[in-house]
């Protein structure tokens, strides 16, 4: 009866949510994740394949300025999910040492955010590296969430890391999607990575199984609308370049997940193998 209820709960947000596509006030973005939606009815039309589609959908949402479907909808699913960051951060304990460390930050991130007071909260001495980005404000807006905490912030740029990674003891990074063999993280989390195994030092993802993502349930073009664009304008870097200089500047990048140590989650934390014999079995709640 229970399951009953749910797949009719289930189709009746669905549908919800397709009649929005025509709706004017629904922004590009959203639009394009419906119609992805619609796609992935029409191909895999089963709970499981909705149910994953939708949990990506609602992570890119911004809840400003959305319909009330939408609105209610992310109501619910952030209820859900409340707190798991603090779950996280405690996996993230259990599995390092992190007295008397330095740690190496890359990203704005929740996970991270709440770790660092974890440890804060249990009277941990640990050292702090912040990477930021000269004309971007997250990175820079974490930092200062820990300098308000009374707790002392080195911050860097990417140029810095070759100075630095040899003095970290663990590096932390947050990212966008986890699949079998990749992460979606933030440009420079490659390279960042790759520097860190050179020198034989952690890297910890820290996330949740939200961010999991199954590609075996989707079409290329259904991807394309979770993973969305990573190339950012070229004139961000080089304003007015010759016309024979192809400028490139991306968002995000993939990361090879053997780069990666420890892919922390709210229930366990995986190392890249682990992770890809269990990523079909690490199951996402139902928020329906």
Partial sequence: MESVQTLQSAAKTVNNLISLISDSKVSTSVREMLQGLRTVITEKPNITTINHYINHFLLKIDPENQPIVIKELLEVFHERWKNVDRKTAEVAYRHFDFDNKTILLFGNDINIQSLIEYLDVN?????????VHPTERPDKEQAEIFAGKGLKVIAIDMAGVGRYIQSADIVLMGCDIIMHDTTIAKSGAHLLAAVAKKYHKPVFIMADSRKILNKKFFSPGVL?????????????????AADNIDVQVHYTEEVPNTLITQFVLEKEALTPKELKEKIDKVLVANFF
């Fill in 224 to 240: 394309s609308t979770i993973i969305g664009k990573e190339q950012k304008p070229g004139d961000e870097l080089w304003k007015q």
């Fill in 123 to 131: 009277q941990k001495k640990f050292n702090l590296i912040q990477i």
